[in-house]
T-cell receptor, first 118, second 115 residues
Framework: GAVVSQHPSWVICKSGTSVKIECRSLDFQATTMFWYRQFPKQSLMLMATSNEGSKATYEQGVEKDKFLINHASLTLSTLTVTSAHPEDSSFYIC??????????????FGEGSWLTVV | AQTVTQSQPEMSVQEAETVTLSCTYDTSESNYYLFWYKQPPSRQMILVIRQEAYKQQNATENRFSVNFQKAAKSFSLKISDSQLGDTAMYFCAFMKQVSWGKLQFGAGTQVVVTP
């Protein structure tokens, strides 16, 4: 079946540096992908909607200059955490909607990426 | 704006028994979908069941079934014949039809199945 892959699964970075997380749809085209953040023992919070070929749509309260999202192809969206700080440490999960507009299309989740900022 | 409320932080159930997880939501939308997702310790999100709001019939998937009460905005999940592998965090989620793929999750309920 369809698979969404995230890379890396785990990443540790130093405070002040930037880190990139990739979300790939492996056997289908995903014009729209979604990025969520999950703190320990909490729910998933939607950060932004990533649209292929256009700017991402960010949820209220999410700093777009800090969390850069790029969706340059139909199979890849990237989330870059810029100038990372310890409070950015979290579990980041992406999901992808198979196909274009229309309800009923399956949503696939990536395996998630743990980010630790030291 | 929509809200999704799961009022049970944790539920414990013995193997082979039944457990019911509650979920309520608030929306002014007419066309929407509701989901239950399972998140085991691996953190992979797994779709358990999905309900279209326009359908009156409650969705079922093997040992999992829902009780969808649209007027009351309630969407509970029943796990029958609980198995050890059912131990996981369970999230109720809401999605507007016009925003397909954009999920709003409840706080989650940790289900622990004991031998």
């Amino acid at each position: 079946g369809a698979v969404v892959s995230q890379h890396p699964s785990w990443v540790i970075c130093k405070s002040g540096t930037s880190v990139k997380i990739e979300c790939r749809s492996l056997d289908f085209q995903a014009t729209t992908m979604f990025w969520y953040r999950q703190f320990p023992k909490q729910s998933l919070m939607l950060m932004a909607t990533s649209n292929e070929g256009s700017k991402a749509t960010y949820e209220q309260g999410v700093e777009k200059d800090k969390f850069l999202i790029n969706h340059a192809s139909l199979t890849l969206s990237t989330l870059t955490v810029t100038s990372a700080h310890p409070e950015d440490s979290s579990f980041y999960i992406c999901s992808a909607r198979e196909g274009r507009q229309g309800s009923g299309n399956t949503i696939y989740f990536g395996e998630g990426s743990w980010l630790t900022v030291v | 704006a929509q809200t999704v409320t799961q009022s049970q932080p944790e539920m414990s159930v013995q193997e082979a028994e039944t457990v019911t997880l509650s979920c309520t939501y608030d929306t002014s939308e007419s066309n929407y979908y509701l989901f239950w997702y399972k998140q085991p310790p691996s953190r992979q999100m797994i779709l358990v069941i999905r309900q279209e709001a326009y359908k009156q019939q409650n969705a079922t998937e093997n040992r999992f079934s829902v009780n969808f009460q649209k007027a009351a905005k309630s969407f509970s999940l029943k796990i029958s014949d609980s198995q050890l592998g059912d131990t996981a965090m369970y999230f109720c989620a809401f999605m507007k039809q016009v925003s397909w793929g954009k999920l709003q999750f409840g706080a989650g309920t940790q289900v622990v199945v004991t031998p």
